[in-house]
C-alpha cells in the first residue's frame, strides 16, 4: 500500500562529518514534504519543508532534495554536532500528513 | 508567537481507568487540531483531527475519543483504559488554511499499568 517509509533506521556519524538521511515514498499524488527532528521525550520539531514543484530547497546547514522521477526524499545536514543526535522523520502531504517510521541519528565525537 | 501546551507531562494509570489529556494552543485562532499516538520507537500514527469547535474526525477504531468544547482546546479521553493504550502523545495544530505544517506540543507520556 501507500507509504512513506525510511531506508535506514539508524545512522551513526562522526561529529563534523555530513549526514545524509534517506525516505521513500509511494505516492506521486503527494505535493508536500516534511522532515522533522524529535528529541527523547519531546514533541518532533519542523526542520525543513518543500513543495513537490522544488528539487531542493536548503536552510541552515540542512538541505532537503526531492526527486519525483524515483519517489525519493533526503536530508542532508552538514557539519553534524552531537545536538543533531535525534529520531528524524519525513512525512508527506496529501491532506493530512502522513509520517514515516522515524530514522535515528547518532553523532560520536 | 504561537505555543501549544500539554498535560499532564506523564501519566501511570491502572487498567479500566478513565483519562483526559488536555491540550490547548495561543497565539491562534481557528486552527485545525490533531491527537497522535506514538509507541516506543515507532513514528507517528493519527488518532483524530478537528477543524472547528465539535467537529472531530477519527483516524483509527480504538479506546479512545477526543473532544474540543472550545476553539483552541482538544481533548483525549478514555472511559477504560487498555494495556495496549500506554504510548506517547502527542497533540499538534496547524494553519487552517491548507498549510500541511504541523507545530507539536511536548506529549504526555502514558503508562497503563
Known amino acids: 500500500g501507500e507509504s512513506v517509509g525510511l531506508h535506514l533506521p539508524t545512522l551513526s556519524v562522526q561529529e563534523g562529518d555530513n549526514s545524509i538521511i534517506n525516505c521513500a515514498y509511494s505516492n506521486s499524488a503527494s505535493d508536500y514534504f516534511i522532515w522533522y527532528k524529535q528529541e527523547s521525550g519531546k514533541g518532533p520539531q519542523f526542520i525543513i519543508d518543500?513543495?513537490?514543484?522544488?528539487d531542493k530547497r536548503q536552510g541552515q546547514r540542512v538541505t532537503v532534495l526531492l526527486n519525483k522521477t524515483v519517489k525519493h526524499l533526503s536530508l542532508q545536514i552538514a557539519a553534524t554536532q552531537p545536538g543533531d543526535s535525534a529520531v528524524y522523520f519525513c512525512?508527506?502531504?496529501?491532506?493530512?500528513?502522513?509520517f514515516g517510521a522515524g530514522t535515528r541519528l547518532a553523532v560520536h565525537p | 508567537s504561537q505555543t501549544i501546551h500539554q498535560w499532564p507531562a506523564t501519566l501511570v494509570q491502572p487498567v479500566g481507568s478513565p483519562l483526559s489529556l488536555e491540550c490547548t494552543v495561543e497565539?491562534?485562532?481557528?486552527?485545525?487540531l490533531y491527537w497522535y499516538r506514538q509507541a516506543a520507537g515507532r513514528g507517528l500514527q493519527l488518532l483524530f483531527y478537528s477543524v472547528g469547535i465539535g467537529q472531530i474526525s477519527s483516524e483509527v477504531p480504538q479506546n479512545l475519543s477526543a473532544s474540543r468544547p472550545q476553539d483552541r482546546q482538544f481533548i483525549l479521553s478514555s472511559k477504560k483504559l487498555l494495556l495496549s493504550d500506554s504510548g506517547f502523545y502527542l497533540c499538534a495544530w496547524s494553519q487552517a488554511s491548507g498549510d500541511y505544517e504541523q507545530y507539536f506540543g511536548p506529549g504526555t507520556r502514558l503508562t497503563v499499568t
Open positions: 497565539g491562534t485562532s481557528n486552527p485545525n
Open positions: 518543500i513543495r513537490s514543484n522544488m
Open positions: 512525512a508527506e502531504g496529501r491532506g493530512k500528513l502522513i
